[in-house]
């Protein structure tokens, strides 16, 4: 299994290649379990542990996705007129993901730099102070 940095480097369909691998390799380990047939005990918690950073390393894609359109509401505009694709990255020195998005023949049409590891307000007084926090800490809209 890769390391978190690898499985960040690599493309979707890789990653949900690997998830579904892993998950397959979870259920033949739990039915040798039941059967009374399996030996390394350990590899349970490995496979458990794969599958949790691959999922992770895909949800935080969508999120950084889904977060570039829903907080900014002149990329949502510009983006709801075309049909788009949207991949993410994430950028070591920044600590943050790059979203960039491509238009059906592939040129740039938009990008944004968005940090999902910010604070969330808490609490109904504190969404309230905190109302013009947001995740998206640049965005460019190139077409």
Do not use: C
């Not at 690997?18 to 259920?27: A, D, G, I, K």
């Not at 009374?36 to 918690?45: H, I, K």
């Not at 458990?48 to 390393?57: D, K, S």
């Not at 990329?75 to 059906?104: G, I, K, P």
Request: hydrophobic share 40%; proline share 1%.
């Amino acid at each position: 299994m890769a390391n978190i940095v690898e499985l960040r480097d690599m493309s979707n369909d890789k990653l949900e290649e690997m998830l579904e691998n892993s998950r397959e390799e979870l259920f033949n380990l739990r039915f040798q379990q039941a059967s009374a047939r399996l030996e390394d005990y350990s590899r349970l918690r490995h496979v458990r542990r794969e599958i949790a950073q691959l999922e992770t390393v895909l949800n935080n894609r969508r999120q950084a996705i889904e977060t570039a359109v829903s907080e900014t509401p002149e990329l949502a505009s510009f983006l709801s007129e075309q049909s788009w694709d949207a991949s993410a990255r994430y950028v070591y020195e920044d600590a943050s993901w790059s979203v960039e998005f491509v238009n059906e023949s592939g040129d740039d049409i938009a990008s944004a730099v968005v940090n999902l590891n910010g604070k969330k307000a808490r609490g109904r007084k504190g969404r309230a102070q905190n109302a013009a926090v947001s995740a998206v800490k640049s965005y460019e809209i190139s077409g």
